[in-house]
C-alpha cells in the first residue's frame, strides 16, 4: 500500500477511497480478476462504486505501472495483476483459474532474434496451460458418463 501511495502522490492522483479499495482489490486477491469481477467485490463493501469507475481507475493504475494486465484479450476482457515481480502464469483449460509460479530457469530464457523481426519486447512470460488440481479432483470423483470421443493433443505435458 504504502507503494501505491507513494506513485499515486508522484503522480499527481488523488488517493480517493474507491482507489484505495479498487487496488486493494487487485492486490489481495491472486486469481488475475477481470473488471466486472472487481465491480462486484468492491460493490459489496462500497455499493455506490460505479463500473466507469472501476474502469477508470484500473487503467490509471496500469498506466501508473502499479499493476499490470495478463492476456491480450483487449481492454474489456483483461485481467489485472498487481504482482510486479518476475513471475509466470497457469491458466486452467476448464475452470478459467489463473496462478502465479515462479521459475528462475523460464526468467532466463533467452529470446531469439527472429522476435526483432515483429517488434519490440517490452516484458515476457511463461503461460503453463494445463487442468488445476480442483478441477482434475472433480474430475476424478464425477460418476462414470456416456463414454464420449475426446480429442487428444500431442503437444499435451504435465509440468
Known amino acids: ?8 502522490r508522484e503522480a499527481g492522483a488523488k488517493l480517493t477511497p474507491q482507489r484505495l479499495e479498487i487496488f486493494r482489490e487487485v492486490a489481495a486477491t491472486g486469481d488475475h480478476p ?6 462486484r467485490r468492491v460493490r459489496k ?6 463500473l466507469d469507475t472501476i474502469y477508470r481507475t484500473l487503467w490509471l493504475l496500469v498506466d501508473l505501472g502499479i499493476i499490470q494486465t ?12 498487481a504482482n510486479l515481480d518476475p513471475h ?7 475452470c478459467g483459474s489463473t496462478r502465479d509460479f515462479y521459475s528462475k530457469d523460464f526468467d532466463a530464457l533467452a529470446l531469439p532474434d527472429s522476435l526483432r523481426e515483429i517488434g519490440r519486447v517490452e516484458a515476457t512470460h511463461v503461460e503453463a496451460r494445463g487442468v488445476c488440481l480442483d478441477c482434475a479432483g472433480k474430475a476424478a470423483k464425477a460418476p462414470p458418463g456416456p463414454k464420449s470421443k475426446s480429442k487428444s493433443n500431442t503437444n499435451t505435458r504435465t509440468v
Do not use: K, N
Request: overall charge neutral.
Open 1 to 8: 500500500m504504502e507503494h501505491f501511495q507513494r506513485v499515486c
Open 34 to 39: 477481470d473488471a466486472e469481477t472487481i465491480y
Open 45 to 50: 463493501r462500497m455499493p455506490t462504486v460505479s
Open 70 to 81: 495478463l492476456g491480450a484479450g483487449g481492454r474489456e476482457r483483461a485481467r489485472f495483476d
Open 88 to 94: 509466470h502464469h497457469f491458466v486452467c483449460v476448464q
